[in-house]
């Protein structure tokens, strides 16, 4: 199994876990709580991406520097996506508007 795809769960340690979850703690708060802490780790990673910029001590391609960067940005439009259509589900409702209305007083 190469690193890409390899469980972080193996290399998490008691430090590393999720805020523990208060006994009268809303969906809301939950959200918050593990939302940041969740956030706060992925631009962590994400930082550290800018340590293989430098030209010393690796070497890539611009096809390499290029794949990484489509894969993480796709796996971020993929997951934006979900929130926006959760968002879109509970604004839907049906209208035959104006026209509907016109033809019907005729």
């Not at 800018?50 to 796996?75: D, G, I, K, P």
């Not at 996506?81 to 209305?101: D, I, L, M």
């Amino acid at each position: 199994m190469n690193n890409v795809t390899k469980n972080t769960a193996e290399n998490t340690t008691a430090q590393e876990t999720e805020p523990a979850a208060k006994t009268d703690e809303t969906k809301a708060d939950k959200f918050i709580r593990i939302g940041e802490y969740r956030m706060n780790k992925a631009i962590d990673a994400i930082g550290r991406l800018e340590n293989l910029t430098n030209r010393s001590a690796y070497e890539y391609t611009q096809e390499q520097a290029e794949a990484m960067f489509s894969v993480l940005e796709q796996r971020v439009a993929d997951i934006k996506a979900k929130f926006t259509a959760a968002k879109q589900k509970e604004g839907v409702s049906f209208s035959f508007g104006t026209k509907a209305g016109q033809e019907g007083a005729r």
